[in-house]
């Protein structure tokens, strides 16, 4: 292995969803590779001992300081080497980045989806996210009917893209589902052209929701998924487990969101965003 060179990277979360941060001016050739070295969970790379190894994605964050508000453009480049659309949390870490290097409570974030605008009050970080759309060609599905409460693979789902697709399943109790076991057949039905998110859902008993997602390009669970967690919400309205405009409680494993999506515009996701520490990253390797 001959290792030249290396760049300093950021360890973020967002409720448990992991990222390394690096800055896009610096150089990495090839991003895929890098974050298909480094997100490994086995073999990546860790902040130290008492942190957990590999992460659920790279984000490149390019700084534009000079609007105002300042903007960020964020790439999300994920373990498998895809490039994510859009990503919640990654878009919630993307303001809290670019906000420690200006003076700003304000980030436009730069997406491949579109233009994101966040409002962050000490770590915690509104994104607006757009409004989820159920039109099959924007899922996209490989159909032309709206999928709201279909039988795919053994799970009653509700199709919707939040910047990115979800298949939306309401369940008794999310922690009985064996989600490594069902998710894979549903990610990869041939109802869904681009693939798909799989997010179970149950009520929490309080007006809100738990919330499991397994990630298209981690491809296993994640400890939080916010266009996930906006998924359930607008589920949820399309069924009519929830109405009206309040924010709606919804908990993956990693912490707590609260999602809003009113009935017209843009859906709103909240949560604290936590830089975890810095460090250096080869970006000249050869892949294991
Ligand atoms: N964790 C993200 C979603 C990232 C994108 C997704 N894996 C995909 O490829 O569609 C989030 O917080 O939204």
Known sequence: ?????????????????DFFVVDAEDPVPDRPAFARTHCDRQGGIALDDSNRRGADGVLFLALESRYDPPRVVMTLVQPDGSVAAMCGNGARVAAAWAAERTDSDEIMIDTPAGTRRASLDDDYVTVEMGAPSFDPRDVPLESDEELVEAAVEGLTITAVNTGVPHAVAFVDDVDDVDLEAVAPSIRHAPLFPEGTNVTLASPDGDGGFRQRTFERGVEGETQSCGTGAVAVVAAAKRLGHVSGDDPVRVSPPGGTLSVTVPDEGSALLGGPAVHEGDGEADIVFRER
């Open 1 to 17: 292995m001959s290792v030249l060179n290396t760049v300093p990277f950021e360890k973020f979360h967002g409720t448990g969803n």
